[in-house]
């Protein structure tokens, strides 16, 4: 299948969300055993109460070194128990946060002609779209999104960022670059919590020639949300990921072993979790892990995630300092490039991807 074109027609889920109908076409019904357990509805009142993990970064950069020790053990046990916590006092502003999520929430309210005008293709996914995978008849998930580049440099095109809000493009761009300079710090703790030289990691993703992205998710009303997600399991295929979730609607979930954990989002956190790169990176000491999104029949949700990724080109391969007899490389070299060509064809598919990669023992 080429990536060129997408394989049929593509609708807007959004159409179909303010259409009125009642029941969502076929090709949006999951299989029963992909369908989710909805927030709320669980029978068993305990897992409502369980999180994942929130990190005050407050002391990271201090002088007290205890409280910094104290963090650092705080996000090692969340990236090895969970490959998922939430940070607060990071160093972005609340005002940015809630400003770039409104931007995008008002352009995915624009005209449909103006929206279509940025309207994507499976060759890069950049711009306005409403499918991941090219797989012809495959079950849809109830989203829309936008993707765009923010590095590198030669792949940042404001041409290719909506112009509509007005604002929406500057402020996009302080968002991003906030968040670049926020996955360098968390970078540096999960190099050191590895027990490797706090620039290790950085350097292997290409120093200061990192890649990074941003999609913006747009989850539309859905009639019937207990047939359906908006977002189907998945590990991410890069290396970081900050999500800024919806401030009103839950509905990312997290596996933890047999069960699906709806995260309770702090207020102006973001949610970071580890991606497949790092799994590599680590080998396997840090795993990405499986997570998907559930939507909600009375409330819209707009989440926002930037993916911090390594240079396109380098192979990525466990660091050197991580493999010994006892714990020999687990993955080949690959490029982030080949990697993500191999995702974009197939769609989002729980955690197979990553482990398809493994080296035969």
């Known amino acids: 299948m080429s ?161 509509t809000p007005a604002s929406c493009r500057e402020v996009i761009d302080e968002y991003c670059k906030e968040l670049v300079r926020l996955s360098g710090r968390l970078m540096k703790v999960l190099s050191i919590n590895l027990g490797i030289s706090e620039d290790r990691l950085q350097n292997a993703f290409g120093g200061d020639n990192i890649g990074a992205c941003l999609r913006v998710n747009f989850y539309p009303k859905c009639p019937q949300p207990d047939l359906t997600l908006g977002l189907s399991s998945h590990s991410d295929p890069g290396g970081l990921t900050l999500l800024l979730p919806d401030h009103q609607v839950t509905g990312l979930q997290v596996r933890k072993g047999d069960n699906w954990i709806t995260v309770k989002p702090a207020k102006h956190a973001f949610i970071v979790n580890i991606g497949d790169q790092i799994q590599v990176l680590s080998n396997a000491n840090y795993k990405s892990v499986e997570h998907r999104v559930a939507v909600n029949s009375a409330k819209e949700r707009v989440s926002l995630a930037f993916f911090y990724n390594p240079k396109s080109d380098i192979p990525i391969e466990p660091v050197k300092e991580l493999v010994t007899e006892e714990s020999p490389s687990l993955y080949p070299p690959m490029t982030f490039d080949e990697y993500r060509l191999f995702i974009r064809t197939r769609g989002p598919k729980g955690k197979s991807q990553v482990e398809s990669m493994k080296s035969p023992r």
């Open 3 to 163: 990536c060129q074109d997408w394989p049929e027609p593509i609708v807007r889920v959004q159409s179909l969300s303010e259409s009125g109908s009642t029941d969502i076409p076929d090709r949006y019904v999951k299989p029963p055993a992909e369908r989710p357990v909805l927030p709320n509805s669980r029978i068993n009142g305990d897992d409502e109460k369980i999180n994942i993990p929130i990190i005050n970064l407050a002391g990271l950069d201090g002088g007290d070194e205890n409280a910094r020790r104290e963090i650092l053990g705080q996000i090692s046990a969340a990236c090895r128990e969970w490959g998922f916590f939430q940070v607060v006092n990071h160093g972005v502003r609340h005002e940015l946060m809630d400003d770039a999520r409104e931007n995008w929430r008002q352009f995915f309210h624009s005209p449909m002609e103006v929206k279509q005008a940025y309207g994507n293709s499976p060759k890069t996914y950049e711009g306005y779209g409403s499918r991941l995978g090219v797989e012809k008849g495959a079950i849809l998930d109830w989203s829309d999104y936008y993707f765009l580049h923010y590095r590198p440099s030669s792949l940042k095109d404001f041409n290719k960022w909506p112009a």
